[in-house]
Structure formats: C-alpha cells, structure tokens
C-alpha cells in the first residue's frame, strides 16, 4: 500500500471514529479525531499531485475545525472565517474551468436567499452581516464546484452548505435532528472529500495548461 493510500485509510478511521463518537456521545473520541480529519485528507491529496490551492482549502477546513470545537462566539467568528478563506481557495481553483448553468445558477440563487430570510430574523444580531457574507461565498463555491468541475465535487459543494445550513439553524435556535452534530460532520466530512476527489479527478481527466496553472500544481509522482 503506498502512502498516499495510507493517508486515505487514516482519514477513513479518523472519519468513523469521530462520526461514532458523537453518535455514542462521546466527546473525548470526537475532540481527538476531528482535527486529524483535514490534514490527512490533504496529506493525501498532495501525495495524488493535488494543486496547492486545494491543499490551502482543505488546511483552512481544519483551522475552522479546530476553531468551533470552542462554543464560544469568537471562536465561531474565527471558525467561519478559516472556512471563508478555503471557500476562496475553492472559487480560485474553479474560475477558469467550465462553462455558466442557468438553471443551476437559479436554484443555487434561489437556496441562498430563501435561507438567509428565512434565518435572519432569528439569528443573534451580531451575527446576521456575517452569516450572510459567508452564505454568499459558500454558495458562489458550491455553484462553481458544480458548474465546472462535474458530479462529484458539485454533490461535495452542496453538502457543504447542507452542513452549513445546519450549523446556522442551530445558532437561530430552530429545532434540531437528535444527534445534530453527527449530521454536521457527516455531510461536512462528505463534503470535503468530495471535493477533493472530484477535483483530482477532473484534473486528472483534464488537466490545466501548465502556462496558466503550473505555479499552483505540486509535482505529480
């Protein structure tokens, strides 16, 4: 088994070992596996010759992880701005690929304002502006994940904001799914995975010209 594939394994049972925990309520086994989730994830997408901007997006996923493994509201604040940062690494790595969806466009469009509506009243005030910016920009990257880099990383964009949305209901204190972090984590780990494979492998199906994106690809072995 060569080491990238170790790395896949590794986050496979980092991966089971937090969604257990929390379904057992343990929260010992979640707060030791969570942050190991991200770096293994990326380990292995550098070791598949993964361009460095999806390697930055998925450390700034872990920076965010670690971040909300606090309650507190600024390391929420924090969090959500680690995640705001992989969101850009995302809509750089897809601006130059594939072509405009209308009708994905609309639904996206649609998703995004019916949400932040609907949440708006209910959130803490202080936090209305910034949720709606981060809404904004997860939406831009699930929009582009689908539109041009195909099936797989646009099901990863859109259960990132699936995740997402689950997260913002509970801070406007909608009522909950039993267990709602294990749905949290289960559609974000999903997510996150997603994405990197469906981004390897459209890289790999059709790669960037060197001239344009070669200063953002790690050597391929």
Avoid: N
């Amino acid at each position: 088994m060569t080491p990238k594939h170790l790395l896949l394994l590794a986050f496979g049972l980092a991966a089971a070992v937090d969604l257990g925990s929390l379904a057992a309520g343990f929260d010992a086994g979640h707060t030791v596996a969570k942050p190991l989730l991200m770096p293994l994830l990326a380990g292995y997408a550098a070791l598949s010759g993964a361009p460095r901007l999806l390697i930055a997006a998925l450390l700034f996923g872990w920076g965010g992880d670690v971040l909300l493994l606090s309650d507190a509201e600024p390391a929420f604040l924090a969090g959500m701005g680690s995640f705001a940062a992989g969101h850009v690494c995302y809509l750089l790595l897809f601006r130059a690929r594939g072509s405009h969806h209308a009708f994905l466009f609309a639904g996206y469009g649609v998703a995004l304002t019916t949400t932040v509506a609907s949440l708006w009243p209910d959130l803490p005030a202080d936090l209305r502006i910034p949720v709606t910016g981060y809404s904004l920009l997860l939406t831009a990257m699930a929009y582009r994940a689908g539109s041009r880099f195909g099936l797989l990383a646009g099901l990863g964009g859109a259960l990132f904001m699936l995740s997402d949305t689950l997260i913002a209901t509970g801070v406007a204190e909608w009522p909950q799914p039993p267990r709602p972090d294990l749905w949290i984590m289960l559609t974000y780990i999903a997510a996150q995975f997603l994405l990197a494979i469906g981004t390897l492998r459209a890289l790999e199906a059709r790669p960037y010209p060197a001239a344009t994106y070669g200063e953002v690809r790690s050597t391929t072995p």
